[in-house]
């Protein structure tokens, strides 16, 4: 058995009473279905200063890149995301997705603007703890 860890940087417009209580709901079901496929996640709430300072997450050279739609709003810096990282067409760029705050609608608005700039990312989206699809 191989256990591969994700280190998966997460953005969303953060408001509200009870949000992140909400979030960590969600980042719990991601965690449960990669579990079930032998895979380690954790999360990290991190910003673009963060990234462009070299932390851990920035100065990674990865296979793919994969990041959490967390909630609607997040589409700015998921792209800003994306050009500070420099990614490619020739890196994988996987978009996580939940059913609620609008993370599925951001999701597919990241990827029409990532497919502008050449860069064409899959969506996994989460229906339920036991579900995850993946849309484009």
Same mark, same amino acid.
């Given at each position: 058995?191989?256990?591969?860890?994700?280190?998966?940087? #997460?953005?969303?417009?953060? $408001?509200?009473? +009870?949000?992140?209580?909400?979030?960590?709901?969600?980042?719990?079901?991601?965690? +449960?279905?990669? =579990?079930?496929?032998?895979? +380690?996640?954790?999360?990290? =709430?991190?910003?673009?200063?963060?990234?462009?300072? &070299? #932390?851990?997450?920035?100065?990674?050279?990865?296979?793919?890149?994969?990041?959490? /739609? $967390?909630?609607?709003? /997040?589409?700015?810096?998921?792209?800003?995301? /994306?050009? $500070? %990282? =420099?990614? #490619?067409?020739?890196?994988?760029?996987?978009?996580?997705?939940?059913?609620?705050? &609008? #993370?599925?609608? $951001?999701?597919?608005?990241?990827?029409?603007?990532?497919? %502008?700039?050449?860069?064409?990312?899959?969506?996994?989206?989460?229906?339920?703890?036991?579900?995850?699809?993946?849309?484009?």
């Amino acid at each position: 058995k191989i256990e591969l860890k994700l280190t998966i940087p #997460s953005f969303g417009m953060m $408001a509200g009473e +009870g949000m992140d209580s909400k979030l960590d709901e969600v980042y719990e079901q991601f965690t +449960g279905i990669f =579990k079930a496929y032998e895979i +380690g996640v954790t999360f990290v =709430k991190t910003t673009m200063k963060e990234i462009k300072e &070299n #932390s851990p997450i920035g100065s990674q050279s990865p296979l793919f890149e994969i990041v959490l /739609s $967390a909630t609607g709003g /997040s589409e700015k810096l998921i792209l800003e995301y /994306s050009k $500070a %990282r =420099k990614c #490619s067409k020739d890196l994988p760029f996987i978009i996580l997705t939940h059913k609620d705050l &609008n #993370s599925l609608a $951001a999701g597919l608005e990241i990827s029409s603007k990532l497919k %502008r700039e050449g860069i064409f990312p899959h969506i996994f989206h989460l229906t339920s703890t036991e579900s995850i699809y993946l849309l484009a």
